[in-house]
């Protein structure tokens, strides 16, 4: 909905989030192959998973000419000394990725969700990122026990101080240093007062951006959306010239344009129908829905451009693919990217899931016979626990990062032929 407004000015290197329909910061759903994959079925914008600021303090930026990504990565201990990890030269240290961003094709479109308790941790992480996004997004929404232990996520809402001190530093120390936007995510509180007085606090920090998540802080995803407090909100948003989108139960595009127009939002954010299907971003003229054989297609061939962690592929493929489809068993039960490509018949992947397999040390189900077949191999035992874990289903909910597990995995890489070398520190 336009406003006659005056709005708040858009960064060179930010977005404007008036008129979109974006995908919602989800964790599992908000890595690197669900946001390429939103991007190209039509989403204006993509978050990425809340990334908690203490996760990415430490790291260093690499550019990844193989898969022409930027990683952020930082040694891991595997179970070894800092002491013994600092005496290794570089290319002897194990890196655990922490984030991967691919500038080509969504940095220009890419909001990095950050959890943070603190203006200084907050400053110190989002500078590390600010060159490769578009934007700045503060989490303080989460209502898991980790989080607001913490001070962060929905504990924020309950401390506005520190909540604006937070914006504040980052809009001054990042967003006017590297010209993009700093937002922030909320959730509705019991009442409108209580929500109004918010909002009109954060609105004044020189944020760009304020997304609503139409849940209470005990609210759970099965719960329908609360949308009362909406309008109230976006009018609030208005008379400040700062774009307010909506997050909660959004199906579809064509939805999204019609709840913006009912409540008087400027855009839209789609977190769990996303995750079922991404193709639910095309617009009307295109088409109803692609079908889930499509969708899965493109998305496996994306998780092995990028080689996103197998666990993450898993899971999400668990999410796409229907349950009563055949497909559905054996992907699920699968162990490497080589029986998913199998699983689904995409013969033409099959020599890139290979690779990738190589290159993540993920091995591909076998008989025993075939076990039994196998040279003896001197156990590797860190490996062995890595694929263990990799390899176990995750039946869990996914929901948006205001919900979900904070962001605080990571995946070891080791080099190998279709590694790249150059991740060291």
């Not at 193989?66 to 290794?88: E, M």
């Not at 929905?154 to 980052?170: E, G, H, S, V």
Request: aromatic share 4%; proline share 6%; hydrophobic share 35%.
């Amino acid at each position: 909905m336009t406003s006659l407004a005056p709005h708040v000015p858009i960064p060179k290197h930010g977005v404007d989030y008036r008129g979109k329909v974006v995908l919602a910061p989800m964790v599992r759903s908000g890595e690197l192959p669900s946001r390429l994959l939103a991007l190209k079925y039509g989403a204006d914008l993509v978050w990425g998973p809340e990334t908690v600021d203490r996760s990415l303090i430490g790291c260093t930026r690499h550019a990844n000419p193989h898969l022409q990504t930027v990683d952020f990565t930082r040694p891991t201990a595997n179970g070894v000394s800092q002491s013994h990890i600092d005496q290794l030269p570089p290319e002897q240290r194990h890196q655990s990725l922490i984030y991967r961003i691919h500038p080509a094709r969504e940095s220009a479109r890419l909001v990095f969700q950050l959890g943070t308790s603190r203006p200084d941790t907050a400053v110190a992480a989002a500078k590390l990122v600010a060159r490769d996004v578009a934007g700045i997004d503060v989490n303080s929404g989460c209502p898991k026990p980790f989080s607001m232990k913490g001070g962060m996520g929905a504990a924020l809402l309950k401390d506005p101080d520190r909540l604006c001190a937070i914006l504040r530093a980052l809009v001054t120390e990042v967003g006017q240093v590297y010209e993009i936007g700093i937002s922030v995510k909320i959730r509705i509180l019991e009442t409108a007062e209580e929500t109004r007085a918010l909002v009109e606090r954060l609105v004044k920090t020189g944020i760009t951006g304020l997304t609503v998540h139409c849940r209470t802080t005990p609210m759970r995803p099965r719960e329908r959306a609360i949308r009362q407090q909406l309008r109230m909100i976006a009018g609030v948003c208005r008379e400040a010239g700062i774009a307010c989108v909506m997050n909660g139960d959004v199906e579809s595009r064509e939805h999204a344009q019609a709840l913006m127009e009912e409540f008087g939002v400027d855009g839209a954010m789609i977190a769990t129908a996303a995750e079922k299907n991404p193709s639910c971003f095309r617009t009307k003229e295109e088409g109803k829905l692609l079908d889930w054989r499509e969708v899965v297609g493109e998305y496996v061939k994306t998780a092995l451009e990028v080689h996103n962690k197998w666990g993450n592929t898993k899971y999400l493929l668990g999410q796409m693919i229907p349950g009563k489809q055949s497909a559905y068993r054996p992907v699920t039960q699968s162990k490497s990217y080589e029986d998913v490509v199998k699983a689904l018949e995409l013969e033409t992947l099959i020599d890139m899931a290979r690779d990738v397999d190589q290159a993540l040390q993920i091995r591909p189900r076998e008989s025993k016979a075939e076990s039994k077949k196998r040279p003896n191999e001197v156990p590797n035992l860190m490996g062995d626990v890595k694929r263990s874990k990799e390899n176990t289903s995750d039946t869990s909910e996914a929901t948006d990062s205001s919900e979900g597990k904070l962001q605080v995995f990571s995946t070891t890489i080791t080099p190998s032929r279709s590694s790249v070398p150059a991740l060291t520190i």
